[in-house]
């Protein structure tokens, strides 16, 4: 009788052990190859369960961090990785993923660049570490460093789309369209959901002065993915450029219905509600994009625009305070403090590389306008605002606000 009983103790043993392996596996698989939240609950039971080897663990804890970091969950996905880089600190997956973090949700360029130089060493083929650095050169404005990253990327694994893309914005740094348009056509081609490669291709097309192309590939990135309030956000202002200020509002909306803290929405919106006629409206938005990104010398500058339109006593030297006023557009905020005549804010735009210069002659004029149009010079003002919209290139706000200032002086673009 003993015999017997044991005997099925021991078969339910070997059968609960079986179905723990079973279960163990299938966590496994989902904490590799799920996403969201399956995948965070997966890598949890694994994490929680003990008994892997501190790889596997460090693994589990690095695919838990992925998602959170696709959630946008920053600190859970920093929580993660450092445990990962704790129980293994040779896993170059682990300090790439954090280094995604530090550059995508925290905006500290410095600790993503620490990171992803620390996945090369300890992996040199591992191209996405190669095109996360690509995009901390890119920000800091190091186009040569980047080119060479995102290529390198590239050369490890042609079939990832996002160095294509970074490759675009490098050659859109440098006006090279052309170029631009085949690393962004040949990101799309490798990942036709890529809505960040149709974000860019768009600003292309703007560039090009073709906006409806550019309102094209908007549309395309909000069938691809419609949950980003930033390609709403981006097709309002595509719309600004068609001068279409009913589809500015509706798409500025939806991209703060989706995301209230997105300041270039507000930003647009209030543009919009500027040249649609509702200044209190303008105002307010102008105002919002102020408080968002009170370090955004142009939301100060057309939010003093739009109070001024207003009857409102200017509120420039308050709302410019945390502006960097060692470097452009500075000079057109001395303007309109009165610190600076025009022909000096026209003199300071002057830049060594063409571009540059361009922009800002651009802007000197399209600001130079609003200014003489406080004075009542409307024939000086539609000058300068002339000036702007054949001078402008196409893809800068100003050039469509240029366009927007003639219309309502009924004058010709």
Same mark, same amino acid.
């Given at each position: 009788?003993?015999?017997?009983?044991?005997?099925?103790?021991?078969?339910?043993?070997?059968?609960?052990?079986?179905?723990?392996?079973? &279960?163990?596996?299938?966590?496994?698989?989902?904490?590799?190859?799920?996403?969201?939240?399956?995948?965070?609950?997966?890598?949890?039971?694994?994490?929680?369960?003990?008994?892997?080897?501190?790889?596997?663990?460090?693994?589990?804890?690095?695919?838990?961090?992925?998602?959170?970091?696709?959630? /946008?969950?920053?600190?859970?996905?920093?929580?993660?990785?450092?445990?990962?880089?704790?129980?293994?600190?040779?896993?170059?997956?682990?300090?790439?993923?954090?280094?995604?973090?530090?550059?995508?949700?925290?905006?500290?360029?410095?600790?993503?660049?620490?990171?992803?130089?620390?996945?090369?060493?300890?992996?040199?083929?591992?191209?996405?570490?190669?095109? /996360?650095?690509?995009?901390?050169?890119?920000?800091?404005?190091?186009?040569?460093?980047?080119?060479?990253?995102?290529?390198?990327?590239?050369?490890?694994?042609?079939?990832?789309?996002?160095?294509?893309?970074?490759?675009?914005?490098?050659? %859109?740094?440098?006006?090279?369209?052309?170029?631009?348009?085949?690393?962004?056509?040949?990101?799309?081609?490798?990942?036709?959901?890529? &809505?960040?490669?149709?974000?860019?291709?768009?600003?292309?097309?703007?560039?090009?002065?073709?906006?409806?192309?550019?309102?094209?590939?908007?549309?395309?990135?909000?069938?691809?993915?419609?949950?980003?309030?930033?390609?709403?956000?981006?097709?309002?202002?595509?719309?600004?450029?068609?001068?279409?200020?009913?589809?500015?509002?509706?798409?500025?909306?939806?991209?703060?219905?989706?995301?209230?803290?997105?300041?270039?929405?507000?930003?647009?919106?209030?543009?919009?509600?500027?040249?649609?006629?509702? %200044?209190?409206?303008?105002?307010?938005?102008?105002?919002?994009?102020?408080?968002?990104?009170?370090?955004?010398?142009?939301?100060?500058?057309?939010?003093?625009?739009?109070?001024?339109?207003?009857?409102?006593?200017?509120?420039?030297?308050?709302?410019?305070?945390?502006?960097? %006023?060692?470097?452009?557009?500075?000079?057109?905020?001395?303007?309109?403090?009165?610190?600076?005549?025009?022909?000096?804010?026209?003199?300071?735009?002057?830049?060594?590389?063409?571009?540059?210069?361009?922009?800002?002659?651009?802007? &000197?004029? %399209?600001?130079?306008?609003?200014?003489?149009?406080?004075?009542?010079?409307?024939?000086?003002?539609?000058?300068?605002?002339?000036?702007?919209?054949?001078?402008?290139?196409?893809?800068?706000?100003?050039?469509?606000?240029?366009?927007? &200032?003639?219309?309502?002086?009924?004058?010709?673009?």
């Amino acid at each position: 009788m003993r015999t017997w009983v044991l005997r099925l103790a021991l078969w339910a043993t070997a059968g609960s052990l079986a179905s723990l392996a079973t &279960a163990f596996a299938h966590d496994g698989a989902s904490c590799t190859k799920a996403s969201g939240d399956a995948q965070i609950a997966a890598c949890t039971r694994i994490i929680t369960a003990g008994g892997p080897r501190a790889r596997n663990l460090a693994a589990a804890h690095t695919n838990r961090a992925n998602a959170y970091f696709r959630k /946008g969950d920053a600190d859970h996905a920093l929580a993660d990785y450092n445990e990962a880089i704790r129980l293994d600190p040779k896993l170059a997956d682990a300090y790439n993923g954090r280094g995604n973090v530090y550059h995508d949700l925290k905006r500290d360029l410095d600790r993503a660049l620490a990171d992803y130089d620390e996945a090369i060493r300890l992996n040199p083929k591992l191209a996405y570490a190669y095109n /996360g650095r690509g995009n901390v050169y890119d920000d800091k404005g190091d186009h040569d460093r980047a080119f060479s990253d995102y290529t390198e990327s590239i050369r490890l694994d042609p079939k990832i789309a996002e160095p294509h893309n970074g490759l675009g914005n490098v050659y %859109m740094a440098k006006r090279d369209l052309d170029h631009a348009f085949a690393d962004y056509d040949e990101a799309i081609r490798l990942d036709p959901a890529y &809505a960040i490669a149709y974000q860019n291709r768009s600003h292309a097309h703007l560039a090009k002065g073709e906006v409806d192309q550019a309102v094209a590939d908007l549309d395309e990135a909000v069938r691809v993915n419609p949950n980003d309030a930033n390609n709403y956000a981006r097709r309002g202002g595509a719309y600004l450029a068609k001068g279409d200020l009913d589809h500015v509002i509706a798409d500025e909306d939806e991209a703060i219905r989706r995301d209230p803290k997105l300041e270039a929405a507000y930003f647009i919106r209030g543009i919009a509600a500027l040249y649609g006629g509702d %200044m209190a409206k303008a105002q307010a938005d102008l105002s919002q994009a102020n408080a968002l990104d009170p370090k955004d010398a142009y939301a100060a500058i057309w939010f003093d625009i739009a109070g001024r339109r207003n009857g409102q006593p200017s509120a420039l030297s308050q709302t410019s305070a945390q502006v960097d %006023m060692t470097k452009w557009p500075a000079p057109v905020i001395r303007m309109f403090l009165g610190q600076l005549p025009r022909d000096a804010v026209l003199a300071a735009a002057d830049a060594p590389e063409p571009f540059t210069k361009q922009g800002q002659v651009c802007e &000197a004029n %399209m600001y130079g306008g609003e200014a003489v149009l406080r004075s009542g010079a409307k024939d000086d003002a539609t000058r300068l605002y002339k000036e702007a919209a054949n001078d402008c290139p196409k893809d800068f706000t100003e050039w469509a606000t240029a366009n927007l &200032a003639l219309k309502a002086l009924g004058a010709a673009p």
